[in-house]
C-alpha cells in the first residue's frame, strides 16, 4: 500500500538558514502544512479510502525535484520539509510523526526546469 502525491517546494523562508521574521515564518509554516495536508488527503481519497487506514509505522520517501543543478544541501531542504512532515500526520495518513513511526529518508532529483516535491508514503 502506497500513497504518492506532489507538492511544490518548500518556501525559502522555512530554510534553516533562512532570516526571516518570526511572524512571516510562522505564516509560511501553516500554509504549507496545510498544502502538503490537503494534497495527502487528496491522493488518500483517489486511491481507495475504504482501503487506507491509519498507519503505526510508515516509510515516507521524500524527493525534491530541483529545476537547476545548483549545490544543495540535503540536510536543510529536509528540515525545511517538517511542515510537510506535520501535514502528513495532520492529514491522518500516519499516527505521529516521531522515530518510532516514521522512516523518512530524503532525496534530490533534477529535471530541468521543474521544481516539486514527490512524497511517497507506503507501510
Not at 25 to 40: G, L, S
Request: glycine share 4%; charged share 35%; with cysteine.
Amino acid at each position: 500500500m502506497t500513497l504518492t502525491f506532489e507538492v511544490p517546494l518548500p518556501p525559502k523562508e522555512l530554510s534553516p538558514n533562512g532570516r526571516t521574521h518570526f511572524m512571516v515564518k510562522a505564516k509560511r509554516t501553516r500554509e504549507y502544512r496545510n498544502t502538503v495536508a490537503y494534497a495527502a488527503i487528496d491522493a488518500r481519497n483517489r486511491s481507495n479510502p475504504k482501503e487506507w487506514h491509519l498507519l503505526d509505522k510508515a516509510r515516507i520517501d521524500v524527493t525534491f525535484v530541483v529545476p537547476d543543478k545548483r549545490r544543495r544541501d540535503k540536510t536543510n531542504m529536509a528540515a525545511s520539509f517538517k511542515a510537510g512532515l506535520d501535514g502528513i500526520v495532520d492529514a491522518a495518513v500516519v499516527r505521529d510523526d516521531n522515530y518510532d513511526c516514521i522512516d523518512d529518508q530524503y532525496h534530490i532529483r533534477y529535471e530541468k526546469g521543474v521544481s516539486k516535491v514527490v512524497v511517497e508514503v507506503s507501510a
